[in-house]
């Protein structure tokens, strides 16, 4: 498995963690573990990490992934 899909797989968790947390929230608010799951990802996607697995900019993805809810 080379850098490239390794670090593919990684973003793309993130990205799943973070619509199940979105779309557990709009069930019930008060759900702890989905806004600690929320909050740690917005965390990844804004971090030096993010920028050394991928080109793309975690701001841009988080407004993608907040729209998907709008």
Do not use: C, H
């Not at 199940?20 to 996607?45: C, H, I, Q, Y």
């Amino acid at each position: 498995m080379n850098y490239e899909v390794l670090a593919n797989a990684i973003v793309e968790q993130a990205a799943k963690d973070y619509r199940w947390a979105r779309t557990a929230l709009g069930k019930d608010p008060e759900n702890v573990a989905a806004a600690a799951m929320r909050s740690e990802t917005e965390r990844f996607f804004r971090s030096a990490w993010f920028g050394q697995l991928t080109s793309l900019d975690g701001e841009w993805l988080l407004q993608k992934l907040e729209g998907e809810f709008a």
